[in-house]
């Protein structure tokens, strides 16, 4: 039972605001509906409107629409914001298309990975969760503070923001920070 309440903590800690996996939970002003895809969702979501551009200039609709599942750590237009004025706007050029897929790639995993499931996985290996991406990089999670902090392969580090929105074919995890490969 002890360990049953750790997990559940863990759950609802992960993303520092105390956000476990719920029923329709909010993000970007937008309810997230379990029957939908993560692009479905996203396409709602107020927080996520450069993320969204992006998936379509990437031509990555069709697939995030697909069966999955997929975990998506997804940032928000925050941040984007935070990367060096004007990298945005040369990543949605078509010339740029693969570095975008990418870039884009790199905050895919496959299969539907719960925050518990990061948190285990930690656990078992010495605090940090290692996941490959469908771009080939690594993304390391570890605990910080109340939540997990997520960092590339560069070292760059954001923190999950929400939590375990569940989508019909995976799961969304909103990040701070936009990951680089």
Do not use: C
């Amino acid at each position: 039972m002890k360990a049953i309440r750790k997990l559940m903590l863990a759950t609802a800690l992960v993303a520092g605001a105390g956000v476990a996996a719920m029923k329709n939970p909010m993000v970007g002003g937008a309810a997230m509906y379990s029957t939908k895809t993560i692009v479905q969702n996203a396409a709602n979501s107020k927080d996520h409107t450069t993320l969204v551009a992006a998936v379509k200039a990437a031509g990555l609709v069709d697939t995030l629409s697909g069966k999955g599942p997929f975990t998506v750590f997804a940032p928000t237009n925050a941040a984007f914001a935070k990367l060096p004025a004007g990298t945005v706007d040369t990543l949605l050029k078509p010339e740029n298309k693969g570095q975008l897929t990418s870039v884009l790639t790199y905050h895919v995993v496959p299969g539907g990975i719960t925050a518990a499931m990061i948190a285990a996985k930690a656990k078992a290996n010495g605090g940090v969760a290692n996941y490959t991406t469908v771009q080939g990089g690594t993304l390391k999670f570890k605990k910080m503070g109340a939540g997990w902090a997520v960092m590339d392969d560069k070292g760059d580090t954001g923190m999950i923001t929400i939590a375990n929105v569940m989508q019909s074919n995976g799961v969304i995890h909103v990040i701070d920070t936009v990951m680089l490969p």
